[in-house]
């Protein structure tokens, strides 16, 4: 039984036909995704994804897009409140890379060049692709829409805020 929400693929068994995966959270699945992004809730979480394995390249191409209706805390008001996310990605993985060949390969490209993911034990997770993807187009301070925070320093002159001192004075 797996612990977590988990499509795991093992990339030696792909065919090298397109391959299409549909994710869809059950709400025990919303429950973990929810703990993995660290947010109030997940309503609803599902993805198309599709892998395309090069045999002859040796690269794995996966793409596809990921839906998500997520409950945040607004930084702003600290109100909880729905918003709803869609994207799509592309990711290629070098079936052959080890992560100590990708940490040479990076020494001698620059940072611009877009080297491919490497498989660790020969598996890929879709559902932590898919759950990544989300992550990576969140907002690190999010708020309702029309939601701006102002600040006022209680110590401009002209603030509407007491001198303490004052307000004992008027105690006597």
């Not at 997520?70 to 992560?99: G, M, N, P, Q």
Request: with cysteine; net charge negative; aromatic share 10%.
């Amino acid at each position: 039984m797996q612990n977590f929400f988990s499509y795991q693929i093992v990339v030696d068994n792909l065919p090298q036909s397109e391959q299409r995966y549909r994710l869809k959270a059950d709400a025990e699945d919303c429950a973990k995704i929810k703990e993995i992004l660290k947010i109030p809730g997940v309503k609803s979480f599902s993805g198309d994804i599709r892998l395309k394995l090069n045999r002859k390249e040796h690269l794995l191409k996966v793409w596809g897009s990921v839906r998500a209706s997520l409950e945040l805390e607004s930084v702003v008001s600290l109100e909880i409140f729905s918003k709803d996310y869609e994207t799509e990605f592309e990711l290629v993985y070098d079936t052959e890379a080890t992560l100590k060949s990708q940490r040479e390969e990076e020494e001698e490209f620059s940072i611009y060049d877009n080297l491919p993911d490497v498989i660790i034990n020969g598996r890929i997770d879709l559902a932590d692709i898919a759950i990544e993807q989300i992550a990576l187009i969140m907002e690190d301070y999010p708020r309702r829409e029309g939601e701006v925070f102002e600040f006022k320093s209680e110590f401009e002159p002209g603030s509407s805020r007491r001198n303490p001192f004052e307000v004992l004075k008027n105690l006597k």
